[in-house]
């Protein structure tokens, strides 16, 4: 079955960095959306980027459908952006239901 | 816009019984439910997918015996879990869809188990 593998597992920033976050998957995906799972678990969809790049305020995704990759970029970071951020594939032969990866956990301090 | 509505937010049960979440759709018709667990330090599995009109399907290690699923109308579905332990207890996530649209997913039910 599909696999998704993201990168860095956990990620620790200033605030006003810069965050990069990765996202691998086994398989061609044909759909591919970033959420933002809140400290006290609530789970907010970001974005939903199966092929090339998407812009929502501070948040870029970039997927690559070929390299079987996604990026997500957030631009000057701030406290609020801490929590994990997870990201899910749907593959063409699949019946639509998303594999998540296990998620990348950013900090960032004051 | 398209909405999913998941409820409790947040629930507490004693070991061995048993408890029921549910999943609204609202601006759209899910035609079908994805149901997930977020298990403690894990990623988020799937249990089952329901679609209208067909068999709901188990994902391994998911029964229906534990985790019955009812999916009666185009806008509703409910889990329960049934005989709680706690190896059971995480994130329950529901997310839903028109036809082969991009799933639309509720902010889940936190299930605690004593």
């Known amino acids: 079955g599909q696999q998704v593998q993201q990168s860095p597992a956990s990620l620790v920033l200033q605030e006003g960095e810069n965050a990069e976050l990765q996202c691998n998957f086994s398989s061609t995906a044909t759909q591919l959306q970033w959420f933002y799972q809140s400290p006290g678990g609530s789970l907010v969809s970001l974005l939903s980027?199966?092929?090339g790049t998407k812009h929502t305020g501070r948040l870029t995704s970039t997927t690559v459908t070929k390299e079987r990759r996604s990026s997500l970029h957030i631009s000057s970071s701030q406290t609020t952006d801490s929590g994990t951020y997870l990201c899910?594939?749907?593959?063409?032969?699949?019946?639509?239901?998303?594999?998540f990866g296990k998620g990348t956990s950013l900090v960032v301090h004051p | 816009g398209a909405l999913v509505y998941q409820y409790p937010r947040r629930t507490i049960c004693k070991s061995g019984t048993s408890m029921r979440m549910e999943c609204q759709a609202v601006g759209f018709q899910a035609t079908s439910v994805a149901w997930y667990r977020q298990s403690p330090q894990k990623t988020f599995e799937l249990i089952a997918l329901?679609?209208?009109?067909?068999?709901?399907?188990?994902e391994q290690n998911f029964t229906q015996e534990k985790f019955p699923i009812s999916h009666p109308n185009l806008s509703f579905s409910s889990m329960t879990v049934l005989n709680a332990y706690l190896e059971d207890r995480g994130l329950y996530l529901c997310g839903a869809r028109a036809g082969t649209e991009t799933l639309y997913f509720g902010s889940g039910t936190r299930l605690t188990v004593l």
């Open positions: 980027n199966p092929s």
């Open positions: 329901s679609t209208v009109n067909s068999a709901i399907k188990y």
């Open positions: 899910a594939t749907t593959t063409s032969g699949g019946n639509y239901k998303p594999t």
